[in-house]
């Protein structure tokens, strides 16, 4: 957490100040999410989330993009460093037995294509630190459109990658780990991980204030899916729902 905390002030001293100095535009809210308790799906747990989606000027704080500079802008292009945060797991329950993972922050960088408001598509690559080592990446593309009433619906489609170590912390058992923990063993390769499709909808509830509610399918592929602890004490196809209050901000 330390060297997560490092490298998150590192990049905010590196943003020009004209940047950080410009107002927030946005919503900032906190809720609650029923999600699995690790990508193996071994069980689902209730748990409070902030919900983010800010900018100021150049740069963006999301839920789902974490911290992102456009460094670079031209014609609904964008692209620049990003950090990020991937949380670990505990390896109790069904995973008695596993080694635990720990939260990770994730630092590289994105590019976005996003002509209007309401669409976008998107990829980012980076590298997990204060954890295993690996590589993470997405590819995805989100729409948005109006419903009535000052409702608004968003449809996300992302693909989540991970390469052989970031795999192998999640989804693989080695020997030791089998038998302390009956899973049988199992080696995990890189590749496409997940595929997520989510919709999403925000009630207006005052000028300021909303509702943000979404619901998520995520599909495990690959070697997550053929995982030893998915096929045991898992589930290939997982689902999360969330909602939280969030203030806009101007």
Known sequence: MVRITVVLFAALTCLPAQVMAEGITGEAGLGLSYQPHDPTGS????????????????VSLSTDDGLTWSALKANGFSAGPFLNYLPGRTAN???QGLHDVPDMGVVGGFVQ???ADFWRVFASIGEAIG?????????GGEIGYPLGGGVIGSSNLT???????QNQAFFGVSAHASQNSGIARYNASGGLQNV???QSFEFPLTPHWSLVTSASWIHLTGSAADSSIVKQVGNPD???VQAAVAYKFK
Request: aromatic share 10%; net charge negative.
């Open 113 to 115: 294509y996003a002509p």
């Open 43 to 58: 069980r689902n747990e209730t748990r409070p989330v902030p919900y983010l989606d800010l900018d100021w000027g150049d």
């Open 159 to 165: 693909a989540h990658f991970a390469d052989a170590q």
């Open 238 to 240: 997982q689902g999360e």
């Open 196 to 198: 997520a499709l989510t």
């Open 131 to 139: 954890g295993p080592d690996g590589v993470v990446g997405r590819l």
């Open 93 to 95: 329950g069904d995973l």
